[in-house]
């Protein structure tokens, strides 16, 4: 299994910027994909962004050319580089490892982080 541990969350203004942390431990080699989901109060919770072992990246529309996803791949660790950010990036921030459990592709999540922006 893998275990993520978020950190990094806050309350700014708009048109400021944040950086989160995700670390991995556990089943390290098995990860496939890391990325960023985020949950708004009554939405769904949706991809933010993934980057992929293979060095592949994707983000959503929302936030292409404002947010970056960074991978540290020494430390185990994800980042999300959020600036611009607007008020509808409130959201609690999820990070997420795709991983093998043997043939089958699992998904794990962190406790998340709360993130906040004022206008």
């Known amino acids: 299994q893998v275990q993520l541990v978020e950190s990094g969350g806050g309350l700014v203004q708009a048109g400021g910027s944040l950086r989160l942390s995700c670390a991995a431990s556990g089943s390290i080699s098995s990860i496939n994909a890391m990325g960023w989901y985020r949950q708004a109060p009554g939405k769904q919770r949706e991809l933010v962004a993934k980057s992929t072992r293979g060095g592949n990246t994707d983000y959503q529309d929302s936030v292409k050319g404002r947010f970056t996803i960074a991978t540290d791949n020494a430390n185990n660790t994800v980042y999300l580089l959020m600036n611009s950010l607007k008020p509808e990036d409130t959201a609690v921030y999820y990070c997420?490892?795709?991983?093998?459990?043997?043939?089958?592709?699992?998904?794990?999540y962190g406790q998340g982080t709360q993130v906040t922006v004022s206008s």
């Open positions: 997420n490892a795709d991983y093998f459990h043997g043939t089958l592709l699992m998904g794990s």
